[in-house]
């Protein structure tokens, strides 16, 4: 049976949102490594950015706040994709290559789905669980040869693991909190009630002044504007089409898409090693994926 053409749309909506993600771990590599901007100041400064964006479409479109324990939410959703992810990630980059970095943080779908089984308290089969420790197992193992050797793990890569696991939570906590505010609403209220801390973050990593390429503030607007603001909008505007669970997997092709611009644009050399290792996470993410939405 064909997809009729509101699944079709949702599918596009997200695989635009999944684009404008796919953009952020080498626009990081760009503005940390290849501009030489504090990765404090790129990881908190772009959190800003998206917050005056976020602050400016909840006031002209007079969202309602959110109330009681929504506003908790709001924080745990804030601490993981706002605040988490960003800044180890932007940290993680100063030394991990864009495509190295890209296959560890293919882990995520998976991570994700277990962390949604976690929130809503599901018991999947135990082939989700098996698929799940697959896929991390095939991360960590990459991580460890790619650092020197067996028993060799590079901070950076400490580092990216814990992005994935606050974006996980994060992820998993907005999905849900966007059926009671909105899936925009959701993220912008995050940015908003994350600001004054990030605002102190990117004041703090900028008392001695910030200086870069062009190319690295144009990477650091757009990991402001698109990755944190408006590739949310098309990404949930998906979701909420839905199917959500067939939506969500679109996600699983953002590595592959990762890997790709590394390579292009900042011509970083992807060998076999990066190819398979990242293969076998984003199998691994898929069939854990696949197996929850079943």
Do not use: K, N
């Amino acid at each position: 049976m064909s997809e009729s053409p509101i699944a079709r749309s949702g599918l596009l909506w997200g695989f635009v949102g999944v684009i404008a993600f796919s953009f952020t771990v080498p626009f990081t590599r760009v503005a940390v490594a290849g501009a030489g901007l504090p990765p404090l100041f790129v990881g908190a400064g772009r959190a800003v950015v998206a917050a005056v964006l976020a602050a400016s479409a909840l006031l002209l479109t007079r969202q309602a706040l959110p109330r009681g324990t929504q506003w908790l939410r709001v924080g745990v959703v804030a601490s993981g994709v706002v605040i988490g992810f960003p800044v180890l990630t932007s940290f993680a980059l100063t030394t991990a290559s864009a495509s190295h970095s890209a296959v560890v943080i293919a882990l995520l779908p998976a991570a994700t789905a277990v962390a949604a089984v976690w929130r809503v308290g599901e018991r999947p089969r135990p082939a989700f669980w098996v698929s799940a420790g697959v896929g991390a197992g095939c991360a960590v193992v990459f991580a460890v040869l790619q650092g020197g050797g067996l028993g060799t793990l590079r901070a950076s890569d400490l580092l990216l693991f814990g992005a994935v696991v606050a974006a996980a939570i994060g992820y998993a906590e907005g999905g849900s909190l966007s059926r009671e505010l909105g899936a925009w609403q959701t993220i912008s209220w995050a940015l908003v009630v994350a600001a004054p801390v990030m605002l102190v973050l990117t004041a703090f990593s900028a008392r001695d002044g910030v200086s870069g390429t062009a190319s690295g503030w144009w990477a650091f607007a757009y990991l402001g504007a698109v990755s944190m603001f408006l590739g949310f909008f098309a990404w949930y505007r998906g979701l909420a089409i839905g199917p959500m669970a067939t939506v969500s997997q679109v996600q699983l092709v953002q590595p592959v898409f990762g890997i790709a611009w590394a390579g292009l644009l900042l011509g970083e050399s992807v060998g076999w090693s990066t190819v398979l290792g990242g293969l076998a996470v984003i199998a691994s993410a898929a069939l854990a994926v696949r197996t929850r939405s079943r």
